[in-house]
């Protein structure tokens, strides 16, 4: 449920009804509004006496929250979440819409430092490239691992753009937060749950990956583990799910950029590079995400895609991604946005 406060409540009629909702085992989530402060109430609620904390100074009135997700729906914060990104703080989830791209992989420090420096002529935001990489086969390229991390340190010294990296492990969570700006939960992790958990105790913004054959429901939920765990800085990637459809390495589901908007106020960005698997559809897919409303795109990019060590195909060139910035800027701006 939530515990709606009036405009003018005070702060000590906010902690007081913190306190009651504790008292009754409840655990409390506190949104402070531009007009008011809503109280989320997660936990069973059988023994509760709504009366009681219906009577309560400052208290407007209490609403039940429909959605199985709670602290991530728009039933309880219906402004959009804005997370800051990287030490420039660009607010993603705002009105410009922030373009991450970067290689799959790190490789080597050339490749990696080289497509920093294009990324970020480019106008992108941040750099994303993979250290440990989740791959299907146990004999592909599993990533430099922390080679990898201080090779993004680099960028990131080198560029000033916000810098992201897939993490695969609890145990690599310390050292992934050591050196990179966001850290990414990918498809194939977005139900493990120990590793959501972990996520919610960093002070770092998570991305958070829709699984590939994950239902919105579920996708919501998966980061409701993240925020309910204490970390409330979650980005959602739509990356395309897995059907059977061949031409596509999956099917990218713009639909569902609309559709979170309106159950979530936590920020979408759009992955069209996992999305589609073929370079050849990624500025279209681009172009027609930030159509969609999405806040932002992960763009796998590389300066040789025919020689990738991971994901060549899907990956568009520098120069691609140039051209593709001044296509994103111009629909941006036909929706009232900037990029
Ligand atoms: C990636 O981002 O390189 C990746 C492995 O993506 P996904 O988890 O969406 O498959
Ligand atoms: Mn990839």
């Known amino acids: 449920m939530i515990v709606i406060m009036k405009p003018g409540a005070s702060e000590q009629d906010v902690c007081h009804v913190v306190e009651l909702v504790k008292d009754y085992g409840l655990k409390e989530h506190v949104i402070v509004g531009t007009n008011r402060t809503v109280i989320a109430c997660l936990g069973d609620k059988r023994n509760v006496d709504k009366g009681a904390i219906e009577n309560a100074a400052g208290v407007e009135r209490i609403v039940p929250i429909l959605a199985p997700y709670k602290i991530a729906s728009r039933e309880v914060k219906k402004e959009y ?78 560029t000033g753009l916000a810098v992201i990296t897939e ?15 966001i850290l990414q939960i990918g498809a194939r992790n977005m139900q493990h749950y120990p590793l959501l958990e972990a996520l919610g105790k960093i002070k770092k913004p998570v991305l958070l990956k829709r699984g590939m054959s994950a239902q919105l429901d579920e996708f919501l939920l998966a980061a409701e583990y993240i925020i309910n765990a204490g970390n409330s800085q979650v980005i959602l990637c739509e990356r395309g799910i897995r059907t059977f459809e061949e031409y596509v390495r999956n ?56 020689h990738a060590l991971s994901d060549g195909a899907q990956s ?17 701006k036909a929706i009232g946005r900037d990029a």
């Open 167 to 181: 993490v695969v492990a609890v145990e690599h969570i310390e050292i992934v937060a050591e050196y990179v700006d």
């Open 316 to 332: 568009i060139t520098p120069q691609a991604l140039a051209e593709l910035m001044q296509q994103i800027k111009a629909i941006a």
């Open 251 to 306: 099917t990218l589901a713009l639909a569902m950029v609309p559709e979170l908007k309106e159950k979530t106020h936590l920020p979408v960005v759009v992955d069209p590079s996992h999305g589609t698997g073929h370079a050849h559809l990624v500025p279209a897919m681009c172009r027609a995400a930030v159509a969609a409303g999405a806040d932002g795109l992960l763009i796998e990019c590389h300066p040789d895609p025919e």
């Open 81 to 158: 979440t804005q997370i800051k990104i990287g030490d420039k703080g660009f607010p993603l989830g705002g009105k410009k819409v922030g373009v991450i791209a970067g290689p799959c992989s790190v490789e080597n420090e050339t490749q990696l430092l080289q497509t920093a420096d294009k990324v970020a002529a480019a106008g992108c935001i941040g750099l994303r490239a993979g250290a440990f990489k989740p791959r299907t086969s146990p004999y592909s390229f599993q990533g430099l691992g922390v080679e990898g991390l201080k090779i993004l340190g680099k960028a990131k010294e080198q």
